[in-house]
Nanobody
């Protein structure tokens, strides 16, 4: 089981980017999915997460600019980032709580991280 993130890059302030993350492998079910980010010299922080039923939990400072969506049938979660600011520069990681097939316990998985750089 793995999570594969994509979509990072370099964008100017005020621009937009869309990140995508796909779960693959022997997956029985996925519960919560989300995005975290880690800026240079800072701790990893929650951006937003979403339950299987679609309930979301945004970092207060990001609500209104970022929008999360997921497709349960495809095991994907996307993050649309608008009105980007230089302080949004970070490595973004997708995260999911997954029940692998043939296992009895839910496990937390992380994607490899995708770098977002916002220039002023």
């Amino acid at each position: 089981v793995q999570l594969q993130a994509s979509g990072g890059g370099l964008v100017r302030a005020g621009g937009s980017l869309r990140l995508s993350c796909a779960g693959s492998g022997s997956i029985a079910s996925i519960n919560d999915m989300g995005w975290y980010r880690q800026a240079p010299g800072k701790q990893r922080e929650l951006v937003v997460d979403i339950t299987r039923s679609g309930r979301t939990n945004y970092a207060e400072s990001l609500q209104g600019r970022f929008l999360i969506s997921r497709d349960n049938a495809k095991n994907t979660v996307d993050l649309q980032m608008n009105s980007l600011k230089p302080e949004d520069t970070a490595v973004y990681y997708c995260n999911a709580r997954i029940l692998p097939k043939y296992e009895l316990a839910w496990r937390e998985f992380w994607g490899q991280g995708t770098k977002v750089t916002v220039s002023s």
